[in-house]
């Protein structure tokens, strides 16, 4: 029987509850308040309409990443090698869960590695940036991305998280001289995340000044993570003060808004409630590069590799439906789209 580590419990808690229980944020998305302007005369091929693009030296089939979950576990093991293979067959990208247990516990490092069934997806490795101000370094950064063969290394973000955790890592001081160090440092480029409160100006300008190639800004929408870990609460004390936070956070349209206006010339993914191919062309409008999704896809993996293939490939066709009826022919064209915004 393998090993259960407490950081893995507490990954198994998380796919149970994603899979199991609402935790979706009180906000929206801010995505309903923008329309692309319909063309009743396209003069497009829909066929034609092109998805591709190149990012991190990697060619991609379509700006769809599929958002990073999970690892740590047997089960997390199995789910991350379905969405590699659907990665791999589809053309997109993946991001891993945190690697941290397996960092710690090297027996755990099999959950995350795919690259066999994946040798050409852009893949991205994953630790806590509050990891920095606890003892790691910039070597556990390299070997995280060793361990999996990765393209670039994320470091998420997750403060409110860890503050509503009963066993939550909540010293932030002094982190971003330590995020840049990695930056200058590590041998992959490196990606800036939130977990789903999104990123405001003022961190977009302190993540870009700190040397980040990219921000996946993970906005309020989607999964939050205070909800989560309010399921995962002990006592009625821990549950309520995580359960305050529902409202919290800055919502996706917004976050990629924030970080365009201070760094249009890195790639930004969007996450943080999409649901569709219509969300991500939307993204992509406001100045997204990619477009991330986990709850869609973390479902159809527990399911089989070929529902999670037909929904990436559902979520592709809705991009180009999007396109082929707004009159736009690939992404280039798209990222200089005008979307109309309704007063909420």
């Known amino acids: 029987m393998s090993k259960v580590t407490p950081t893995g419990a507490r990954k198994a808690d998380h796919i149970r509850i994603n899979l199991d229980e609402d935790v979706r944020s009180g906000l929206a998305t801010g995505l309903e308040l923008y329309h692309f302007v319909h063309q009743a005369l396209p003069e497009l091929n829909i066929d034609e309409i092109d998805l591709r693009q190149t990012l991190f030296d990697r060619n991609l089939q379509a700006p769809i990443l599929i958002s990073s979950m999970t690892g740590g576990t047997e089960e997390a ?13 589809t053309g997109i990208a993946m991001g891993l869960g945190s690697q941290r247990a397996a960092l710690e516990h090297p027996e755990l490092s099999s959950s995350f590695k795919v690259r066999d069934v994946a040798p050409d997806i852009l893949l991205f490795a994953n630790i806590g940036a509050i990891q920095l101000n606890y003892g ?9 991305v060793d361990m999996i063969e990765a393209d670039a290394l994320i470091l998420h973000l997750n403060p409110l998280q860890e503050a509503v955790q ?24 490196v990606i800036a995340k939130e977990v789903g409160w999104g990123i405001s100006v003022d961190a977009a300008w302190q993540l870009f000044s700190a040397g980040i190639s990219g921000i996946d800004v993970a906005g309020a929408g989607g999964t939050s993570w205070s909800q989560v870990e309010m399921h995962r609460a002990e006592n009625e004390s821990q549950a309520r003060l995580a359960a305050t936070f529902i409202n919290w956070g ?13 760094a249009p010339e890195i790639p930004i993914f ?3 409630g999409l649901r569709t191919g219509l969300d991500i062309a939307k993204c992509i409008a406001l100045g997204a590069s990619l477009g991330g999704m986990a709850g869609p896809f973390l479902k159809a993996a527990t399911r089989s590799i070929d ?9 592709a066709r809705e991009i180009q439906v999007t396109m082929f009826a707004a009159g736009i022919g690939n992404l280039e064209e798209l990222s200089n789209t005008h979307l109309v915004e309704q007063t909420p």
């Open 166 to 189: 009963p066993e939550g890592d909540t010293n932030f001081a002094g982190l971003l001289k330590k995020i840049e160090k990695v930056c200058s440092q590590i041998s992959v480029p």
């Open 270 to 272: 969007a996450s943080g």
């Open 136 to 144: 790691y370094d910039v070597d556990h950064c390299q070997r995280a």
């Open 250 to 262: 800055i919502p996706t349209a917004q976050s990629i808004k924030n970080v365009y206006q201070v």
């Open 307 to 315: 529902d999670t293939v037909l929904t990436i490939r559902e979520v």
């Open 77 to 89: 093991g199995a789910i991350n090698r379905t969405l590699a293979e659907a990665a791999q067959e």
